[in-house]
């Protein structure tokens, strides 16, 4: 084991150890079914769990990612995150010395990769956003969007890991569920995506003992955060990141925003600037390693990472104007142009599919997606759509479908 990874190893195995000395007896995760898992059971199980190769692979909800996480930093070994409808993708290099968490995103750029995270760039955005949004004292996370993503891993599985906070599953991310999963709790907070905020508050969602409502994943609008405020006096707080640099801004306010650009203030220890095109350059401590496969004019390691987003960031808080990357972003689901051409291309027998996304007339949802067919538009029917999309995730399937005239 190298220097950097034991020094990580060490720290953590520190951390966590004083976590299970001080809360041992206290539950760490709640599931559904009203079960408890202790953080000294969850210290039993990981230790068990001696990982047989190089790396720890976990495709699964919050329980199986809390626990994957935790044997993997106890014994040392780099845990891959893969989203359970995907496969894993083997890192095109080997890992960087140091790597203790492999994330597989397509984030802005549209293309499916692996990125490289130290326990050190890990700690550094989860305690980041610890501080900043005083998490310690809102409650329990409630994990009800998926831990395969930056946003839902850092706001719940690793603040238990990392600073003690229990986690609660909701198994579904529907209202229903949601609010069996939050009723035991006298406080909670919540991170969502604004597809599912707009769900929860026409589902009739109780938010009564939610102490912090947090959005991220693509951009939130006036009127959705005007319809929480007014109809349930919740304040939805906007969060601006990448999964490659981790949490950069947040609006900390309590009143309504006036400009739905407005992506709130730098978080403390986070530096930014943008590049001739007018891209966001992040310089922080919780910028990851880098990709498996950088492609030119790139910019990620060494403490700096070039987004695909042109932010303002001239005034005192960060303003979006508009993403350039090729990634499509349905819902705040990152997408892949390119797969989802590959997949209908194979499915439907074509030789070119073109994919694009395309503003959506449903805002929350930010994107449709756009598929360009090498056939006649009178031929694109129901039948040709089923076929075409056999081998799509329902999130991948277009909402327009362009052929020939």
Same mark, same amino acid.
């Given at each position: 084991?190298?220097?950097?990874?034991?020094?990580?190893?060490?720290?953590?195995?520190?951390?966590? $150890?004083?976590?299970?000395? $001080?809360?041992?007896?206290?539950?760490?995760?709640?599931?559904?079914?009203?079960?408890?898992?202790?953080?000294?059971?969850?210290?039993?199980?990981?230790?068990?769990?001696?990982?047989?190769?190089?790396?720890?692979?976990?495709?699964?909800?919050?329980?199986?990612?809390?626990?994957?996480?935790?044997?993997?930093?106890?014994?040392?070994?780099?845990?891959?995150?893969?989203?359970?409808?995907?496969?894993?993708?083997?890192?095109?290099?080997?890992?960087?010395?140091?790597?203790?968490?492999?994330?597989?995103?397509?984030?802005?750029?549209?293309?499916?990769?692996?990125?490289?995270?130290?326990?050190?760039?890990?700690?550094?955005?989860?305690?980041?956003?610890?501080?900043?949004?005083?998490?310690?004292?809102?409650?329990?996370?409630?994990?009800?969007?998926?831990?395969?993503?930056?946003?839902?891993?850092?706001?719940?599985?690793?603040?238990?890991?990392?600073?003690?906070?229990?986690?609660?599953?909701?198994?579904?991310?529907?209202?229903?569920?949601?609010?069996?999963?939050?009723?035991?709790?006298?406080?909670?907070?919540?991170?969502?995506?604004?597809?599912?905020?707009?769900?929860?508050?026409?589902?009739?969602?109780?938010?009564?003992?939610?102490?912090?409502?947090? %959005?991220?994943?693509?951009?939130?609008?006036? $009127?959705?955060?005007?319809?929480?405020?007014?109809?349930?006096?919740?304040?939805?707080?906007?969060?601006?990141?990448?999964?490659?640099?981790?949490?950069?801004?947040?609006?900390? %306010?309590?009143?309504?925003?006036?400009?739905?650009?407005?992506?709130?203030?730098?978080?403390?220890?986070?530096?930014?600037?943008?590049?001739?095109?007018?891209?966001?350059?992040?310089?922080?401590?919780?910028?990851?390693?880098?990709?498996?496969?950088?492609?030119?004019?790139?910019?990620?390691?060494?403490?700096?990472?070039?987004?695909?987003?042109?932010?303002?960031?001239?005034?005192?808080?960060?303003?979006?104007?508009?993403?350039?990357?090729?990634?499509?972003?349905?819902?705040?689901?990152?997408?892949?142009?390119?797969?989802?051409?590959?997949?209908?291309?194979?499915?439907?027998?074509?030789?070119?599919?073109?994919?694009?996304?395309?503003? %959506?007339?449903?805002?929350?949802?930010?994107?449709?997606?756009?598929?360009?067919?090498?056939?006649?538009?009178?031929?694109?029917?129901?039948?040709?759509?089923?076929?075409?999309?056999?081998?799509?995730?329902?999130?991948?399937?277009?909402?327009?479908?362009?052929?020939?005239?």
């Amino acid at each position: 084991m190298d220097y950097a990874s034991s020094q990580g190893l060490q720290m953590f195995g520190e951390r966590w $150890e004083r976590i299970v000395a $001080e809360r041992g007896a206290q539950a760490a995760l709640y599931l559904a079914d009203g079960s408890t898992t202790t953080f000294r059971q969850l210290d039993d199980e990981a230790r068990a769990m001696k990982p047989a190769g190089d790396h720890v692979l976990v495709q699964g909800n919050a329980p199986e990612v809390l626990r994957a996480l935790l044997a993997g930093f106890l014994h040392g070994v780099p845990v891959h995150l893969v989203e359970k409808d995907r496969q894993r993708r083997v890192p095109a290099v080997p890992p960087p010395i140091g790597t203790a968490l492999i994330k597989q995103t397509v984030g802005g750029s549209g293309l499916r990769r692996c990125q490289f995270f130290t326990l050190d760039q890990i700690a550094a955005d989860v305690d980041r956003l610890h501080a900043a949004l005083d998490l310690g004292a809102r409650g329990v996370g409630v994990a009800a969007i998926s831990c395969a993503h930056s946003f839902g891993l850092t706001m719940t599985v690793l603040q238990t890991l990392l600073n003690g906070v229990p986690t609660c599953f909701a198994p579904q991310p529907f209202a229903q569920p949601l609010m069996e999963a939050m009723k035991h709790h006298a406080r909670v907070f919540l991170p969502g995506v604004p597809a599912l905020w707009k769900a929860w508050l026409m589902g009739e969602v109780w938010f009564g003992n939610v102490s912090l409502a947090i %959005s991220a994943g693509s951009p939130l609008t006036l $009127e959705l955060e005007r319809l929480a405020l007014e109809k349930h006096g919740l304040k939805i707080h906007n969060l601006y990141g990448t999964s490659e640099c981790g949490a950069v801004s947040w609006d900390e %306010s309590d009143v309504l925003r006036s400009d739905a650009r407005d992506l709130g203030s730098l978080l403390p220890g986070v530096q930014t600037q943008t590049d001739h095109k007018g891209r966001l350059v992040v310089t922080s401590s919780s910028v990851g390693l880098g990709y498996d496969e950088l492609l030119p004019e790139e910019r990620y390691g060494g403490g700096f990472f070039t987004t695909s987003d042109q932010i303002d960031p001239s005034g005192e808080r960060l303003m979006f104007e508009q993403c350039i990357g090729g990634g499509i972003n349905v819902a705040g689901r990152k997408l892949s142009p390119s797969e989802i051409g590959e997949k209908i291309k194979r499915a439907a027998e074509l030789p070119r599919v073109t994919i694009r996304g395309a503003s %959506s007339r449903d805002p929350e949802r930010c994107q449709d997606i756009v598929a360009v067919v090498e056939m006649p538009q009178a031929e694109i029917d129901a039948a040709f759509k089923t076929k075409a999309c056999s081998l799509l995730a329902p999130w991948e399937v277009p909402r327009r479908w362009i052929g020939k005239s």
